[in-house]
């Protein structure tokens, strides 16, 4: 396709033959004439997307981003987000020789999981709690950086460690969000603060930034985290030159005796208890996924789950709950709602809709669709004309035993009854991180497949016995969570375990890279992710993925090696050894004749089979290129991690021990026994020599670690503590 914008040599052109003309004009005409031309020739200049002026990426220009192969202009390179690049000159055939092109350290440990934006030679891209970092692209030199001040105490009520999914870059500003929910505009050119804006209505409430801005038309769109802290969800539009709010569109009512901020609401609160808890805010929140087609002009944002998570207690009269777990198609010159598609109503599960969504044109049953593709965390993978809203197709991507399928007339799943949990502890598949959660995908339209990292694994979900009261810190669940196969801290009254996993197949968590046929609803052929040891870290096992016209898929894992596979077959063709953990989306860029592959690596957590655990898990931002060698690595540590013994345990009385169970399942097992964090049985010594200064004086605030001195009192610290200690124990002798 040619490219419509001018070339430098077409510029010459009109202007040479502009001079000519103007040269043969009379004298007394010329003045009036040279300022028609020099308007004219500004408007040819200014036309022309790659002007002086640094970050200048426009809507035309994304338009137009396959006649650009060598930038890579949003978060998934363009509006259709399909993290697909039309570069092939690393392909199959020279891959082996893909090795170091540069780093750039960043002395901070945490989980790095943002996909770098590339244009005219700058990298631009962002880490934890909302650091921007401009590198030279071609040797990954710093040319600016931008940290926001965050007070530590913002960690103490909020999940996940403060990641960051990413920039956006537009028309000379680079805009990101902070943890602490404010949005930022910041010269592209020096990183100087132009704009600042507080996107949080309520800060009594646990609201967080994870997720990327994103544009569309002159409007910068951003959401928010912190379903399980008391948040309400909501999607706020801001001008990007000036920081004005243009429009806010709230995700759930709130209590419809106080009224309703847009008619969406009026409409979604038929759906919802007159007696929810309205008070905890009910979530949906709109933490990451987010399109725009600009044709459509529609803006596809997908929301959150629903707080608490047992529905039973945040709608006890039933109903689907909307708009948790959506696509929300929205006019975004009004911020008004064209047409939804819930995903999983009535939410039990914690399976969020807020995965990313790839735009397509696919030909389906004679007919060519434009489409909107997303694999959510309830296990389908939805096909759904983007236009309309019709759903075409949903079919399951992983085990799934909590629906059947999904009703193609009525949009809805059909639940077996497996996923009711109200009564009695069941195993439900997928787990609460889903069988794909907020990793990219990626589609490559050579191939026709779409390309999915997943989880298979099973998790007990139970419902939470004491009264459900609404905490202001920590998390607000209702549901007590565990995995099958550890059973060292199961409540006492459960049932036996063989009972609960009775019939179901092996829940531990498996890792697969599966590509996806969308038009025949089928997998074409899937990578199994295999580590040296087991790992419990159900949502840490894969990383996110990006495809390329060579033919080739990239991954990054928890083990810290980049790998490459034939997008056609599945072979891999090639691994490198990074030395870092690796979960965020690789991308790839052009500077004059070289092809890079750039990654951000990094991930928090303690992990014996991480790459953190071995080399430490500070990040860094790698690139790769042909014909270079290993990627340097940090030296090992030492990890000698001796395991609590258990002397002294007899002395622990019984009712103190049952106390701390209690209080870890409502406190701790949100995190610690899903996968979310680390985990703590076998309890190692060194946790517990710092573990009242961890739990109660926030020694690791800004790893993610909060605080609980204003929820838990020293007793019942320690409570917990001798409970780690005998549920330890019993771990070690089975």
Known sequence: MKNSLPTLQEKRTVLKNTLMKLLMIPKVRRPICNICILLILIGIVGCNPKNKTIGNITEERILNADNEPESWLTGGRDYKQ???????????KNIDHLGFGWQYDIDFETAFQATPIVVDGILFTSGNKGNVYALNAVNGELLWSFKPEIAAEVFDNHCCAGPNRGVAVWKGLVHVASVDGYLYALDAGTGEQVWRVDTIVDRTKGY?????????????????????????GYISAYNSKSGELAWRFYTVPGDPKKGFEHPELEMAAKTWDPNSVWENGLGGTAWDGMAYDPELNILYVGTGNGAPWSRHLRSPAGGDNLFLNCILAINPDNGQLLWHYQTTPADNWDYTTTQKMILAELTID??????????????????????????????????????SHVDLKTGKPVETGKGDYRQTPKLIFPSSQGGHNWNPMAFNPETGLVYIPTTEAGQIYSAQKTPFKVKEKGWNTGAILRSAYDNGSF?????PIEEIIKGEPDSSPRSFLKAWDPIKRKVVWEAKITYPKKTLRLDRRYGSVMTTKGNLVFQGGIDGFLKIYDASTGELLHDIDVGTSIIAAPMTYKVGNEQFVALMAGVSGDQ????????????????????????????????????????????????????????????CAGCHDTGRAPKLMPLK????????????????????????KDVLSKEQADAILEFLKVSSAATETK
């Open 491 to 495: 409540p006492e009254d459960w049932p």
């Open 608 to 667: 014996e089979t991480n790459a953190d655990y071995l080399y430490g898990n500070k990040g860094r931002i790698v690139a790769f290129k042909i014909g270079r060698g290993d990627v340097p690595k940090r030296p090992l540590l030492d990890r000698q991690d001796e395991l609590v013994g258990r002397s002294g345990i007899e002395d622990y009385s019984k009712a103190d021990i049952k106390l701390g169970h209690e209080l870890f399942d409502m406190n």
């Open 208 to 232: 967080s930034s994870t997720g990327a801005p994103y544009i569309a038309k002159d409007l910068v769109i951003i959401g928010n985290s912190g379903g399980e802290y008391n948040a309400r």
């Open 366 to 403: 004679g007919r060519d669709r434009k489409v909107i593709m997303q694999a959510p965390k309830n296990g389908f993978f939805y096909v759904i004309d983007r236009k309309t809203g019709e759903l075409i197709s949903a079919d399951p991507y992983v085990y799934i035993n909590w629906a």
């Open 685 to 708: 010594v060194r946790v517990e020599q710092e573990f009242e200064n961890i739990l109660m004086n926030g020694s690791r605030l800004t790893k993610g670690m909060p605080s609980f």
């Open 82 to 92: 399909t993290y697909y690049s039309p570069l092939n000159d690393i392909n199959k």
